[in-house]
């Protein structure tokens, strides 16, 4: 198992954000190949890989694919999500990068079988890096003809691919909320199946939708190069293929690791050069969303969906972060909470308010003023927002809490009964610089 | 006592002043990135983005209501928006506006002592711009480039593997450059946004960067 490279095969190959040099390596022939099949071969060949979405939810891509109309009453929109917002998470970044190609390639190839119209790849304004490159590839793609008029010399295959930059906001990495955005308003998030039609049948401009991560689309053209079966070949039962794992944190050799499904975590962490400044205190192995498991418990993890969420966790979009022993969780998920209060989008009460609450209570615990009953307060707050709110955010700010209180609940207790940190002076993430991040996260 | 009271605190505050600011240029590029969507509104944040470069780097309400007129939306429209997302500037920046990461995997890797640095160094806190407009300080979310933790972005770049030392560094650096400035980071993006804009080629970022996605680590 462990590193098993397959969109990465190239990535160290001077030049492949070029066309010429990926071509050389293969590249295009994923879409050539697939423009051979019916477009129902295309999405069935995506069926037998097995390949889920990897933008955090793990929803098998096939599905949606399959859920887009097969006529076109209505134009077909192709979305890319490249809103790669999710702390600890670096993957789309590194793709977008080094092998624009492939994520253009995938996404002709998804316009191919799904009808589509046109495509937009929506990139975090932060990003202008990557997006840079992406608008390279694609002005490269028109030149050589898979992009445009009758591509490939197939006769009524139009297609246009155009880049959308977002600007500054974790939220517009919800599904909906993209939508949104890219329709020219706030990034709040839609209605949802089963009180409104599904993307599928009407997202953007009431047109069919569909939308995947740029792991997804990435994979998506692997698999028609090299085939659905050869990609299910990897991984677990129902994990199939590789992830792309980003290491961060307290970690000798952090990078982005593309291991095969069902990798025991401990093999990952060793291959990534191990906990650095101390002793492996915890790691969180999904983002930011996801809860954080104590090292004791790490042993018999496995890197695919089923195992994690076996064990409490969540593989989510593979923010692996890892924690040494001067980490305080206390710290830490204030840290977390501070971040869903900033991302929160308002349109609902439970995270609007709820995030808030939690940060306020957790910045009075570390700042020494924590109370008896304070724990408990937390959670009651968490299991109203979870599950209550409108989006995924709402959720995925109340996981990671009741997480560390369940893994470090004595920490917790520590700082309300003796008012300071339980791993001393030194502890990371250090007590605030900032007396109200409200005020002060980003000036206005 | 009654005339200290103001008696209308609800009447609004008057409508900005129209200003024409958009070059030709800038109309073409918005002509151009309005015709990718169906409708003409979904060009509002591109155009924001325009405004943002055509105003010196900043969203005053006259830049508001031009992007309002030319896409045919109301002024709270496109309020809204404009005040919904963080890269928007409602306000003046300094000439470089450091937005360090102090999320999760930064935090904890120093991004807080980068921060009492920078504010040492510059002589300001966090959210406040140097008396010479120079440098703004902020804090910022993920940047979601955690391995090369701490992060800090300045304009279009990204600055990696920050230390209180080598950010020093960095100001210097900055001290002298006319680049990575808001308005040149709202440029690089309208640019990423035309097609063909590739082969001028743009952004303040180096070929190097483009090609060390990871940092210094792979
Ligand atoms: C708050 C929130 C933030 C999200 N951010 C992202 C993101 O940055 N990138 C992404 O691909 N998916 C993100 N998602 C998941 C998307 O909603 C959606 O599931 C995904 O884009 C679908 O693509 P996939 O099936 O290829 O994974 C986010 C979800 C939530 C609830
Ligand atoms: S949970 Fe509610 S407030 Fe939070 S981001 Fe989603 S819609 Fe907005
Ligand atoms: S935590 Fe700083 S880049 Fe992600």
Redesign the pocket.
Same mark, same amino acid.
């Given at each position: 198992m462990a590193i098993r490279n397959l969109l990465f095969e190239h990535r160290l190959v001077p030049g492949i954000e070029e066309i010429d040099v990926y071509e050389k390596h293969g590249g295009y022939e994923g879409l050539r190949k697939a423009v051979t099949l019916e477009r129902q071969a295309v999405i069935d060949e995506v069926k037998t890989s097995g390949l889920r979405g990897r933008g955090g939810a793990g929803f098998p891509t096939w599905i949606k694919w399959n859920g887009l109309p097969k006529n076109t009453d209505k134009p077909h929109y192709i979305i890319c999500n490249a809103d790669e917002g999710e702390?600890?998470t670096?993957k789309d970044r590194e793709l977008m990068l080094k092998l624009p190609h492939l994520l253009v390639e995938g996404m002709i190839i998804a316009g191919y079988a799904g009808l589509g119209t046109a495509g937009y790849i929506y990139i975090r304004g932060e990003y202008v890096e990557p997006a840079w490159q992406v608008r390279k590839a694609i002005d490269q793609a028109y030149k050589k003809g898979y992009l445009g008029k009758n591509i490939l010399g197939i006769e009524g295959f139009n297609y246009d691919l155009y880049v959308h930059m977002g600007a500054g906001s974790y939220e517009c990495g919800e599904e909906s909320a993209l939508m949104s955005s890219l329709m020219g308003e706030r990034g709040n998030p839609r209605l949802k199946a089963p009180h409104a039609p599904l993307p599928v049948h009407e997202g953007v401009w009431k047109s069919p939708t569909l939308v995947n991560n740029v792991e997804t689309y990435c994979a998506a053209t692997w698999i028609l190069k090299n085939g659905g079966a050869e990609y299910a070949k990897l991984g677990t039962e129902r994990s199939k293929g590789t992830k792309i794992i980003s290491v961060?944190g307290h970690i000798a050799k952090p990078a982005n690791y593309e291991i095969e499904m069902g990798t025991p975590l401990l093999e990952l962490l060793e291959a990534a050069g191990g906990v650095t400044g101390g002793k492996l205190k915890a790691v969180i192995p999904g983002g930011s969303s996801v809860q954080i498991v104590p090292a004791d418990k790490l042993a018999g993890i496995n890197l695919d969906y089923e195992s994690c969420s076996a064990n409490g966790t969540l593989l989510g979009s593979g923010g692996f972060m890892v924690f040494n022993d001067t980490t305080d969780i206390v710290l830490l998920m204030k840290r977390t909470s501070e971040f869903y209060m900033h991302e929160s989008c308002g349109k609902c009460t439970p995270c609007r308010e709820g995030t808030r609450w939690l940060f306020k209570i957790l910045d009075r615990i570390t700042s020494g003023s924590g109370r008896e009953g304070d724990i408990e307060m937390l959670l009651d707050i968490c299991s109203q927002i979870d599950g209550r709110s409108y989006c995924g955010l709402g959720d995925a700010a109340a996981w990671p809490i009741v997480g560390a209180i369940k893994a470090f609940r004595e920490e917790f207790e520590y700082w309300i009964a003796h008012k300071r940190s339980p791993v001393g002076d030194h502890a990371v993430p250090p007590t605030p610089v900032v007396v109200n991040p409200l005020l002060t996260l980003t000036p206005a | 006592m009654a005339e200290s009271v103001t008696s209308n605190i609800r009447e609004p505050q008057p409508a900005p002043v129209k200003e024409s600011r958009f070059s030709e240029l800038a109309i073409a590029e918005l002509e151009e990135i309005a015709s990718h969507y169906p409708e003409r509104k979904a060009a509002c944040l591109p155009a924001l983005w325009i405004a943002q470069r055509e105003y010196e780097g900043y969203l005053p309400p006259a830049a508001i209501q031009e992007v309002a007129d030319r896409l045919g939306l109301s002024y709270s429209e496109v309020e809204g928006v404009a005040t919904f997302y963080t890269m928007y500037n409602l306000r003046k920046r300094g000439r470089h506006h450091l937005e360090v990461?102090? $999320?999760?995997?930064?935090?904890v890797k120093g &991004?807080y002592e980068v921060v009492h640095k920078l504010e040492k160094e510059l002589g300001v806190h966090v959210g406040q711009t140097t008396a010479d407009g120079e440098f703004t300080l902020s804090e910022a979310e993920?940047?979601?480039? $955690?391995g &090369? &933790?701490?992060?800090m972005q300045v304009g279009d770049k990204y600055f990696t593997q920050l230390t209180p030392e080598n950010v020093v560094k960095v100001i210097d650096e900055l001290r002298n450059s006319p680049d990575y400035t808001p308005a040149k980071l709202a440029d690089s993006i309208v640019k990423v946004l035309v097609p063909g804009a590739s082969e001028q080629g743009g952004g303040s970022f180096s070929a190097e960067d483009l090609k060390n996605p990871a940092g210094a680590m792979l």
């Open positions: 702390p600890g670096y961060s | 990461c102090t $999320c999760l995997t930064c935090a &991004a993920c940047l979601d480039f $955690c &090369a &933790a701490t992060v």
